[in-house]
């Protein structure tokens, strides 16, 4: 899977990991299926701050 930010492309591996510093943009993809493991603290929504039919209720599997 790769992530894209403004001014770079970021190619992930299997086993790899990248921390995002709070606030900065960027935009996960894949070309085949992947999964991936996410960790944010209590109260992050999940679409950023745009909201939306897409934005979860915090704290709320989906």
């Not at 709070?22 to 960790?39: M, R, S």
Request: net charge negative; glycine share 12%.
């Amino acid at each position: 899977m790769g992530i894209e930010f403004k001014d770079r492309t970021v190619a992930l591996k299997k086993g790899e990991m990248i921390v995002i510093k709070k606030g900065e943009q960027h935009k996960p993809f894949a070309f085949e299926e992947c999964k991936v493991l996410i960790v944010e603290p209590r109260g992050v929504i999940n679409t950023g701050d745009s909201g939306g039919d897409l934005t979860s209720e915090n704290d709320v599997w989906i």
